[in-house]
């Protein structure tokens, strides 16, 4: 478990992102924003301009859809990094058809050793039905495995409902 982990987990559109934003944010340390959404279409293109508009200039922004190891291994200690959304990132692993196993191994390693504090940001997406075709499955069946390591090596776990932070796991700064 690495106590610099912390893990901000809650449906689409939950608040989630604004409550990891706001908690590094308080933490005083460099912001760094690890972006894993890659913008294919207008709506995504709409939703990483208004993120990058609510974030303000003070966010240091690196891009990583598929493979943020260099990005969370080159950041200090002096540093907040959020990484806004495992999500996203787990789906660029699907539709690429790679070796989902290895990348994640790699991910988590790569959380775990990095020198700054953390903030990885993801949706719960179990909660609803039984998706009806296979690639659904497969990534909400992903999804679930990969939220599950993510909580279980970090020091704080938050979940956001409606706006509001319901921790599960450590207690908030």
């Known amino acids: 478990m690495s106590s610099g982990l912390i893990f901000i987990l809650g449906g689409a559109a939950s608040g989630k992102s604004e409550f990891a934003e706001a908690l590094a944010l308080e933490s005083g340390l460099s912001a760094h924003y690890l972006a894993t959404g890659e913008a294919l279409d207008e709506e995504m293109r709409h939703k990483v301009k208004a993120h990058r508009a609510r974030r303000g200039a003070e966010w240091i922004t690196h891009e990583a859809p598929l493979d943020p190891a260099p990005v969370l291994a080159a950041l200090d200690h002096d540093c907040v990094c ?42 719960e997406v179990g909660q609803g039905i039984v998706p009806a075709d296979a690639l659904s499955r497969r990534f909400r069946e992903a999804q679930g495995r990969l939220n599950i390591a993510l909580a279980a090596r970090a020091g704080l776990v938050v979940q956001v409902v409606a706006g509001l932070p319901n921790v599960l796991k450590g207690a908030l700064p």
């Open 82 to 123: 959020l990484f806004d959304c495992a999500t996203f990132w787990l789906s660029n692993q699907l539709m690429r058809d790679g070796d989902l196993a290895a990348a994640e191994a790699r991910l988590l390693d790569a959380l775990t050793d990095c020198p700054a504090r953390v903030i990885v940001v993801s949706n």
